[in-house]
């Protein structure tokens, strides 16, 4: 009998190991079940987040600029999940922004969120002022820096290059034909005469401003002094068949972004002082006289010269505060007796910049076919801030190529 017992006991034993071992093997089961389940949810999260960064990136590659960047998706549902980006940060050519996958099962939600960093060469427009405070690129006579100059920036002309005597390059300076320098003249960068041509001088866009001219050739002929007392808000673009003056010796304010188009030619009188955000386009020319004030973010468009008087003072220094001179022929900013002339901004003309001036006083870059004379006395410094590329008609529905993309940071966020 107590062997008999002992084998029952035994047995009893190796019954209730064995109920526990499957027990056991079928908690390990479910567990990694569960385990399984959680990854191929999770990776799945994976997946959507990454899908969403590829989306965007070509949502970018076809964007001319980055500081108002391209509509991200909210909630989208994606592949049995959904997708979320977000821009985390955006400048002209480069952008941070976040991609979160999500997939849930039941009451417990996955989610996956991948950052990514990518940034450009700006190309075109931009990738011309990004390099070069002077770029005069379709050839012409040589390119005359007078006596005494100051420029804090790179230069490249396509002509003969002559720096006079006493003035200061902090930069590089770059000429398809000769570099001469005259006593006491210095360049603190490279200095390469015959050089190629970095890209092809690029021209305006000027759909917007001959749409607008085409609207004004609509109305009734007639020309329109504008003074003090003249209403001058924002609303619809001001639009005039004939000639546009803005009366000399007056104070003239705006309200918002106000636009005038004439189609035949500007003039701004002797002391005129004109307010913040106007963009006038001539369908003719536009010619200031002496001590012109301009305000701030202002925009002069003409489709022939753009020329200017002495001891002007135009444009503002913060981010987006400067002006833009456009003109499809030359532009002369002051004359070589006196001239004290202040510019913020952007110049850029088809033509000839014919000359500065002296004592010229000027923050931001130029563009010419032809760069001509920097007067003696000129302070120059390169600044491609002060003008956004993308407000201005011209520039903003056609920025030109940009540069690949380049990824400079990529991660997994918790």
Known sequence: MPKKGFTLIAAIFIVVGMAILGLTT?????????????????????????????????????????SVPPPVLEEQDFNNGVLTLAVLSAS???????????????????????AMTVTRDPGGVGGIIS?????GGSGGGATNVGNNVVINGAIFVDADLIIDNNSFISGDAYASGEITLGGGASVTGTIEPSSDLPTTFPTLETTFYDGLLAQAALQPAGDWTITT????????????????????GETISTSGSVIVAATGNVSVGNNAIIGDNLSVIAGGSINMANNVTLGKSGSWYSAGDLDVGN????????????????????????????????????????GDFIQTGNNFHF?????????????????????????????????GVSLGEVGEIELTNWQETY
């Open 229 to 248: 007392s003249t209403l001058f808000a924002a609303q619809s673009p001001y639009l005039v068949n004939g000639n546009v003056t803005f009366q000399g």
């Open 363 to 395: 923050e931001g870059n130029i563009l010419a076919g032809h760069m001509g004379l920097v007067g003696n006395n000129a302070t120059l410094l390169a600044n491609p801030t002060l003008v956004s590329l993308v407000d201005i008609p011209a520039f």
């Open 92 to 114: 002209a050519n480069q952008v941070t922004f976040s991609s979160t996958g999500r997939v849930t099962q039941g009451l417990v939600s996955y989610e996956r969120v991948l």
């Open 311 to 350: 001891n002007f003072e135009i444009g503002g220094v913060g981010s987006g505060e400067g002006t833009a001179f456009l003109a499809k022929g030359d532009i002369q900013l002051g004359n070589l007796d006196v001239n004290d002339g202040k510019f913020n901004g952007l110049i850029f003309c088809e």
């Open 131 to 135: 390099d070069y405070l002077i770029y």
């Open 26 to 66: 079928v908690a390990l089961v479910a567990s990694d079940s569960g385990i399984s389940v959680k990854n191929y949810k999770s990776l799945q999260a994976f997946y959507i987040a990454d899908a969403g960064l590829e989306y965007y990136l070509k949502q970018l590659a076809d964007s001319n600029d980055w």
